[in-house]
Nanobody
Framework: QVQLAESGGGLVQAGGSLRLSCTTSGGTFSTYVMGWFRQAPGKEREFVAAISWSADNTYYSDSVKGRFALSRDNAKNTFYLQINSLKPEDTAVYYC????????????????WGQGTQVTVSS
């Protein structure tokens, strides 16, 4: 059973940066597509980014493109979301998730989820 755990969230001023980590256990991490989602208070969950198992391909939603960057270290079973130029509207609980497959642009079929980490951006 794949288990995911996020870390790295916190309170940061607008314009600042954070790096979120997602550490996995169980399963064969290197075969999974890893994604990040976020959910702001009162809003639906939003799919923001995904990275292929080889890290050769990434996907970013239009709302974060240019400010978010994904990377992964399969040897450490960890992948990362670097968030730069943070805005108050980035405030949300950020979740990492894992799925098998190849369609990075799709938010569907994520079978495994972490508990989330809170990111709060003050203006």
């Amino acid at each position: 059973q794949v288990q995911l755990a996020e870390s790295g969230g916190g309170l940061v001023q607008a314009g600042g940066s954070l790096r979120l980590s997602c550490t996995t256990s169980g399963g064969t991490f290197s075969t999974y597509v890893m994604g990040w989602f976020r959910q702001a208070p009162g809003k639906e969950r939003e799919f923001v980014a995904a990275i292929s198992w080889s890290a050769d391909n990434t996907y970013y939603s239009d709302s974060v493109k240019g400010r978010f960057a994904l990377s992964r270290d399969n040897a450490k079973n960890t992948f990362y979301l670097q968030i730069n130029s943070l805005k108050p509207e980035d405030t949300a609980v950020y979740y990492c998730a894992a799925k098998r497959g190849y369609n990075l642009a799709s938010a569907r079929n994520y079978a495994y989820w972490g508990q989330g980490t809170q990111v709060t951006v003050s203006s």
